[in-house]
């Protein structure tokens, strides 16, 4: 009987088939493969661009009314590169070709993929603005999550083409409600028998459990009440004050609401009439009661882009997600989970071809458009132990590139 030899081809399929079904939060990102590097190699630092979808205005009336047309790009830096190794003898790549899968490629792809997983869901989280639930208070009823499908249905977002991904404490809390209620029989059997919630529960397209759900302290404040300073502001800073002089710090990822400023559908741009959420983008801290704030989405009150309904009032009333009262209330440093419902096209997620060794070594690697992968082996041979220490590795970037595309479940 022939053997089977553990060729690089057949590791890096093992590794790549297993890399991409370990991934809970990235998997069901906007997962692409960058060709422009296929020929000499992509390195650190090197940047690729991802198209965003056009947005127009209906205009009414027979008359032509040209627009302008905002053919915009976000750009991903392939800022990070991972990697595993291991090794095996000759005699092992020859006979023991399951051992090699269970030793070494399956533990592999599980630390390539649970690293990479984490690194992305903590770097973009902070970039959504859209969130439900209460700081340091794991939601357990259903309310909770329709709750965070309106949001996404507001901004047009299709919510069976989602997902949520929830960190283990709110899954087991939410599977546990559910499972006394009056459900179809498949989706009460996923729950008893896998303590996990099924597909199209409560409308979401796909739920998912992870260990690498981030975890983010509030800022903090004393008793006050924070006010718009100046009518008539647009764009990406607020300016405030209010705020309790040299006790007031807001942290990168806080969200807070203005009084009398509404969220619009990006299609028909008609009120939501419910008030928009805003995301603090750099931690600032005051010194005297005031703060210009950097936020996002931009404050843009008409045209293709509009974000809102109308500019804030003067004197309008912030209120931050977290503080126990809008006038004269506190904000204590609260630590909080952060789930995610999200549709697939709110993150990018892109990786590139390294470039390959030639020194003394055998590189390959697996490039894979349709699962939006490229990992690259590098093995040599070492003659003095009859072991072929192998490493494989990936570079990749992340962006945030459709933000009104997901919700934050504070747990």
């Not at 546990?176 to 409308?203: C, E, H, V």
Request: charged share 15%; glycine share 8%; with cysteine.
């Amino acid at each position: 009987m022939t053997n089977t030899i553990a060729t690089p081809t057949w590791v890096l399929n093992e590794t790549a088939f297993g890399y991409a079904n370990s991934l809970s939060f990235v998997g069901n990102c906007d997962m692409q493969y960058s060709d422009e590097y296929r020929q000499g190699g992509a390195k650190v630092g090197n940047t690729v661009q991802v198209r965003l979808p056009a947005r127009f205005v209906v205009e009414w009336g027979q008359a032509l009314q040209t627009q302008a047309v905002y053919d915009s790009t976000v750009s991903v830096t392939l800022a990070h590169q991972a990697q595993t190794s291991m090794a095996w003898s000759s005699h092992e790549a020859t006979t023991e070709l399951d051992r090699i899968r269970e030793r070494y490629i399956n533990p592999a792809a599980d630390a390539l993929a649970n690293a990479v997983d984490a690194y992305v869901f903590n770097d973009v989280y902070a970039d959504i603005y859209n969130a439900v639930g209460t700081p340091g208070t794991t939601p357990t009823q259903g309310l909770t999550y329709l709750q965070a499908g309106l949001k996404l249905s507001d901004q047009a977002v299709e919510l069976m083409r989602s997902a949520i991904v929830l960190d283990g404490e709110a899954e087991i809390n939410i599977a546990n409600t559910l499972s006394a209620l009056f459900n179809p029989q498949a989706d009460i059997s996923t729950i008893f028998k896998k303590g996990q919630m099924g597909r199209n529960a409560l409308g979401i397209g796909k739920w998912f459990r992870s260990q690498n759900a981030p975890v983010r302290t509030t800022g903090t404040y004393t008793a006050s009440t924070p006010l718009v300073n100046g009518a008539n502001q647009t764009g990406s800073s607020l300016i405030t004050d209010g705020w309790a002089s040299g006790a007031t710090t807001l942290n990168k990822g806080d969200i807070f609401t203005v009084a009398g400023v509404y969220s619009v559908n990006p299609l028909s741009y008609v009120s939501t009439g419910r008030l928009q959420q805003f995301v603090v983008t750099s931690t600032i801290s005051d010194t005297t009661g005031d703060m210009t704030i950097a936020i996002s989405p931009p404050i843009v009150t008409s045209g293709a882009l509009q974000t809102v309904s109308g500019s804030p009032a003067d004197g309008a009333v912030v209120t931050v997600l977290g503080a126990t009262d809008p006038a004269g209330g506190t904000l204590a440093t609260t630590t909080s989970k952060q789930s995610m419902l999200f549709h697939p096209e709110t993150f990018a997620v892109v990786s590139a071809d390294l470039d390959m060794p030639t020194a003394g070594c055998r590189s390959t690697r697996k490039s894979s458009k349709a699962d939006g992968i490229s990992i690259r082996m590098v093995e040599q041979y070492q003659i003095g132990t009859d072991q072929n220490p192998t490493r494989l590795d990936i570079l990749f970037g992340d962006a945030t590139i459709q933000p009104r595309g997901a919700c934050r479940i504070f747990g």
